[in-house]
Structures are given as C-alpha cells and as structure tokens.
C-alpha cells in the first residue's frame, strides 16, 4: 500500500507538456465526431491532472514545512509555472466553447463544463501571466510570513496554533494576556502586512483591467465560478444577515456572557465558552484518527472505506509544530485518487471542528474525484462548503467518542459557533467589495473601513485596550482576504444549506445521509444553487428560507440549559 510519503514529486516539464498539449489540442480541433473529440478531450485531461498533481503535492509538503528549501524552492516554481500552465488551458476552452459537437458533448460531460470554460475565458489572457506569477508570489509570501510567526508565552516559544489552549483558559487574566501575545507578532508586522496586502489590490485591479473588467470584483467572481449570481443578490443576502442574525448573535453573545460571569465580554473572552472549562477532545491526533475510523465505520460503509483509505495512506497531517503553515485545509491529487486532510491541533474543540469539516471536503472529492471532468472534481467553493459544515452536524451523534461527558458542551457551542459565525463571514465579504471599489485607499483608509463594518455586524465585539485592533487590524490574520479573494460569503451561504442536514438528519438521518451522499458524487458537475435544488434543500438567496432556517436554530438553542452544561 503506497503512502502519501511515498508519492513521487516530479517538478512539471512545461515545454514538453506544452508540446504533448499542443498535439492534443489539435486532435481536438481537427476531430470529425464528438467521440473523436471525447478521446482528445480525456487525453487533455490527462495532463492537466498530472499537473495539479505535482502543484498539490508541492504545496502540501511546502506548507507542512515552510523552512524546507527544497519545497519552497519547488512552490517557488509553482507560483510561476501556473499561470504559464493556465495559458495552455486557455485555448483548449475556446476550442471547446466553439465545438461543432457542442451538444453532443453536452449531453455526454454535462453543461457546467461549457459554463466554466465560458467563464473562465473572461479572466485570463497571455497578457496577466506575469500579472499571476507576482501575485501567487505575494499570497505565498504572506503564508510564510504568518507560518514564521512564534510567540513567547508561559515560558514558552509558541506557533500561534499553539496558544489556542491559552485563549479558553478558565483564568481571565490568562486569556487576556495569550490575545495580546498573539496580536503582537500582527502588530509587529503591520506595516509588512499592509505592504503585502496593498501590492495584493494593485496587481488584482491592473490585471481585472487588463482584462476589460471595471474593478477586480467582477473577475474574482468569474475566478471563483460564480454562473448563477451576481453582486447584487450577494448584497442582499448580507443585508438579510444584518436584519435577521445579527441580533440573534448578539443575544447569544450576551447569553455567554451571563454563562461565564463578567461583566462586559471583551474580544479576549469569546473563546471562554463555559465556567467549567470549554468541551476538550479527550487525546492527541493519533488517537483522534483511531477515534474517527470508529465514527465513519459507523456512519455508513462508505465513509468507513473513505476514512480507512485516507488514514491507512497516511493522508492526514494534524501535529502542530514550528515552520508548518497556519490553518487548515483539503486538497486532492488526481493521479493518485488521494485527498488530503492539513490541520493543526491544538488539544481544543476546533481540532473536530475542522477534521469533521475538512473530511467532509474529503470525502466528497473521495467521492467525485471518479469523475472523468476534472472541473468536476470540485464543486463552486459555495457549494464545495456544504459538504464541509453539514458533516460537523452529521457527526454529531458520535461525538461522545471524542469529549465523553462533554460532548453536550461541545454540539451546544458548534452550533451556536456556527450561526455567530455567519455575521463575521459577511463582514469579511462586504469589505473585500469595499477594497476593490476603492484600491487607491491608504493602509489607514483601509483599516477604518475594515472596523465600521466589524461594528455593524459585530456590534458586541469589545476590544478593551488593544491599541491595534481597535484601529481595524484584525483582518490582517484572515488569510482568505489575501490568497482567496471573495472565497468568504461561501462559508455563509453553505451555512444556512448545512443547518437544513443538522434538522434533517436530527429527524430523518437515512433521508438525511442519503441527499447528502448523492450530493457529494454530484461534485462540480452543476452550479451552486442546482446543487442546492437536487439536494431538496431551500436556498439560501430566499430570505423565508433564511429566516425559517435561523427560526428552527433558536428554538432549539433557547431550549438549552446552557448555564448547567
């Protein structure tokens, strides 16, 4: 059984893909029938998933050690040889736009393949190639950046994953000082934070025009694959989150400040959830793992298969330690038919939120990667993150194995995380449309805007005495903002998709699993919101959707004895 350490990294040869592409691509021209052109098309394919092979493997080993130089050198390249490899992908899109065989490749691979293709077309020309390159330069430079970070804290040289536990000490005084310690490595680098950030919005907006659009905001919703909405039912999703969330949130937030005893919640409390001490799991990675294979087992045939696949290969990275890039993530690699699940433990309840999150990802690219459509390996990240957040809940009835008696704690404050999650979701989207409307804004203009919106979507949020935050800093550590631009609103709309699985499957989980299922074997093959049809699920663009949605969540919450929990 061949282990992940074992998957051979080979640096991709781009003149002789580029040649063998070329050959290929005239095949496709060239073709006399639609099955003519299938065969050129799957060889097409070939290529492109020996590519994101490579670039996958070299960004997981880069990230899983940002002081190896081999990798950094290898994502180096990368960060170089993607968009020159795009730039061969790019002709092979407009020949299939303009295929003869059309339809009959259409009813064969479906048409969201021609609606990405399309879509695709608009953001990318020979002319941005060095455009791209300097921008994945700068995103790579602000992981390794915020990966180099290490605090001094107890008397100890900690990663910022590692002062987590710190956060939701029992002890006030504690928490307060482990936030301020972790805000001063931002603080310390502000300045390079804002230069990188700034160099960010300069190149998005040069390379938007370049491509005829009017600012980035409309490319990067063409990057992301958005064929269904636009801007404007965006907008008004975030304003129905600010009339029907919000003051749930805020009541929540009061709620735990009545549970934990203070009088005023400041930022450094937040993560203080109960007077007993916050749900922990109950062991280290490796035994979470054991632990996991036992719930999947259980869940269904199919996720025991998955998981024993993922854990038996070695796919799952989840020690924090110095040099390893912040956050966590699930990536695919093609050619071997492997997801890959990258966290960073940290001995707290986040540690089962994102490995029940990221093997959600895992599992549906498990599930879909079969398909023959590389486009279809993924779903739309809006889609993509139903998977994700309606596995934490699907899970749910197992999660005695992971905090035994708390396990009450933990599903109580996973769904409430959940919900006051989503007004922080919207702010994050709602200034990134601000930045790009204004990419002449000045670092200062720029933090002034990130903290009027933080106020109105996060009207409890209290900062106490931090100088840094309270200027509008904090968005700084939202690594999204700078390597994903608009990959946000996603999380939100996915959330109000995933609490229709937690009350489905709270009443009917075969009926539950089932939708669920079938959705992750859909992949990418629809956009968004028919992904969200076929699942039976409302959507979340429907405002009685969102508000019969955050109805049925209060009700259950106010049915909770949080205090006695």
Not at 78 to 86: G, K, T
Not at 130 to 158: C, H, M, P, W
Not at 361 to 387: K, N
Request: net charge negative; hydrophobic share 35%.
């Amino acid at each position: 059984m061949l282990q992940f350490a074992e998957y051979a990294y080979q640096r991709p040869d781009l003149q002789a893909m580029e040649q063998e592409f070329g050959r290929h691509l005239e095949d496709f021209r060239s073709a006399g029938s639609a099955e003519e052109q299938a065969h050129a098309l799957q060889a097409i394919n070939g290529l492109r998933s020996g590519f994101e092979t490579a670039a996958n493997l070299a960004y997981i080993r880069h990230t899983m050690d940002t002081k190896d130089d081999f990798y950094k050198q290898e994502q180096d390249f990368i960060d170089e040889a993607r968009p020159a490899f795009q730039s061969l992908v790019n002709p092979f899109y407009e020949a299939l736009a303009a295929s003869p065989f059309r339809r009959e490749l259409e009813s064969r691979f479906g048409r969201q393949l021609f609606a990405l293709a399309e879509t695709s077309l608009k953001t990318f020309s020979p002319e941005v190639v060095e455009d791209l390159q300097q921008e994945n330069k700068l995103v790579s430079e602000y992981t390794q950046l915020v990966a180099s970070a290490i605090v001094s804290f107890d008397g100890r040289e900690l990663t910022l994953p590692e002062l987590g536990p710190y956060l939701q000490s029992p002890d006030r005084e504690i928490r307060r000082r482990a936030s301020a310690a972790g805000y001063t490595f931002f603080s310390a680098n502000e300045e390079r934070f804002d230069e990188l950030y700034d160099k960010l919005v300069q190149v998005r907006t040069g390379l938007a025009r370049k491509l005829g659009f009017p600012s980035f905001t409309p490319l990067a919703y063409a990057r992301l694959g958005r064929t269904d909405y636009d801007e404007t039912m965006v907008a008004r999703f975030r304003e129905g989150v600010l009339n029907a969330i919000v003051p749930l949130a805020s009541r929540l937030k009061e709620r735990q400040r009545s549970r934990i005893g203070v009088d005023r919640l400041y930022y450094y409390d937040e993560g203080f959830l109960f007077p007993s001490g916050n749900a922990k799991p109950k062991g280290e990675p490796a035994w979470l793992v054991k632990q996991a294979e036992q719930m999947y087992g259980e869940l269904s045939p199919e996720t025991g298969a998955f998981f024993s696949f993922m854990a038996e290969r070695g796919l799952l990275d989840l020690y924090s330690r110095p040099g390893k890039a912040a956050g966590g993530y699930c990536t695919y690699l093609p050619d071997f038919r492997s997801p890959f699940i990258y966290a960073n433990c940290n001995g707290t309840a986040g540690d089962i939120q994102v490995l029940t999150h990221e093997a959600g990802h895992a599992y549906q690219v498990y599930c879909s990667g079969r398909l023959e459509v590389p486009e279809y390996h993924w779903p739309t990240m809006d889609a993509a993150e139903i998977h994700s957040m309606s596995m934490e809940f699907i899970t749910y009835p197992w999660m005695e194995l992971f905090f035994r008696e708390d396990a009450d704690k933990y599903r109580f404050s996973n769904l409430v995380s959940s919900l006051t999650f989503i007004p922080y979701g919207c702010a994050v989207d709602e200034y990134q449309h601000w930045i790009y409307a204004h990419p002449e804004a000045s670092a200062d203009q720029r933090k002034a805007a990130w903290r009027e919106i933080e106020r109105r979507y996060l009207p409890h949020r209290d900062y106490d005495d931090n100088e840094y935050l309270e200027r509008g800093g904090f968005w700084q550590k939202q690594g999204h903002i700078f390597h994903t631009p608009f990959y946000y609103i996603d999380y939100t709309l996915a959330q109000l998709c995933a609490f229709q699985f937690w009350q489905l499957h709270t009443e009917r989980p075969a009926e539950a699993w089932e939708s669920y299922n079938r959705l992750c074997k859909l992949g990418g093959s629809l956009p968004f919101t028919e992904l969200v049809t076929d699942a039976g699920l409302g959507s979340p663009f429907d405002p009685q959707v969102v508000s019969s949605v955050i109805g049925q969540i209060q009700v259950w919450l106010d049915g909770v004895d949080d205090k006695s929990l």
